[in-house]
């Protein structure tokens, strides 16, 4: 059974960081792109930051290109959205998803205010 555990996340003032963490168990995760995602309340999930299996190719969101990174550590079967420069519009429950696969993680809240 796939399951991606998600930890980090929290309130955050405009101009901070923040880093998501999403662990996967019960797939080959070195074969598996990954990806985060983000939504808004009455709105559709958004797809932030997407990474190969292998952490050679990243593709971002305009809105975040710049600000946010993600990464991946396969030994660990961990990917990672470091958030930078967060602003009020980055606002949203933040999950992860593995490529193919329908199961998200469970879901981080990011809030951005001051």
């Known amino acids: 059974q796939v399951q991606l555990v998600q930890s980090g996340g929290g309130l955050v003032q405009p101009g901070g960081s923040l880093r998501l963490s999403c662990t996967a168990s019960g797939l080959r995760f070195n074969t598996t792109d990954m990806a985060w995602y983000r939504q808004t309340p009455g709105n559709e999930r958004e797809r932030v930051a997407g990474i190969d299996n292998l952490g050679d190719l990243r593709n971002y969101a305009p809105s975040v290109r710049g600000r946010f990174t993600i990464s991946r550590d396969n030994a660990k079967m961990t990917v990672y959205l470091q958030m930078d420069n967060l602003q009020p519009e980055d606002t949203a429950v933040y999950y992860c998803?593995?490529?193919?696969?329908?199961?998200w993680g469970q879901g981080t809240q990011v809030t951005v205010s001051s």
């Open positions: 998803r593995a490529a193919g696969i329908p199961v």
